[in-house]
């Protein structure tokens, strides 16, 4: 999934890997309760996180901290009740400067394992929405955070 977004590489990316602060910006959804237990230090290779939803728990990790053009991360979903199964979720976030924009792709991997392989499909759509909302947000954020950068 693709979203061109009206600032620099470095401004998105910044966001993207303050964990901390996904509160300031991306408002809970359904799926997204917040991103809590932040293992302490500043974010890197090997930081772990853990996001919780109805369906279950991400327990996060980050694997590629490439600034200002790579993060990724390792999000095994444990589902509840735990007898469904797991998600096995890889996200990569790769910017690309386009003139003064930036067009952010966020690359989705899904494995499953349990009683919601039968589910695929619907658990897979359902992280593409979240997905869209997630960088309709961003790209909101991002572009204000500049807008004011540039009146101040």
Do not use: N
């Not at 993060?71 to 910017?95: C, H, K, N």
């Amino acid at each position: 999934m693709e979203t061109l977004i009206e600032t620099d590489r470095a401004t998105i990316f910044d966001i993207l890997a303050d964990l901390r602060h996904y509160g300031d910006w991306l408002p809970h959804s359904l799926v997204f309760k917040g991103t809590t237990a932040i293992s302490p230090g500043p974010i890197g290779v090997g930081t772990t996180y853990v996001e919780t939803s109805p369906w279950g728990t991400r327990r996060g990790v980050v694997t590629v901290i490439d600034r200002p053009d790579r993060i990724a991360y390792w999000q095994p979903m444990t589902l509840s009740p735990r007898w469904l199964g797991t998600v096995f979720v890889r996200v990569e976030d790769s910017l690309a400067p386009v003139g003064f924009s930036t067009l952010l792709r966020r690359d989705l991997q899904l494995r499953f394992r349990g009683v919601v392989t039968l589910a695929a499909p619907i658990v897979a759509r359902s992280f593409v929405s979240e997905i869209e909302r997630i960088q309709k947000w961003l790209k909101s954020h991002a572009e204000a955070r500049t807008a004011a950068a540039a009146v101040t």
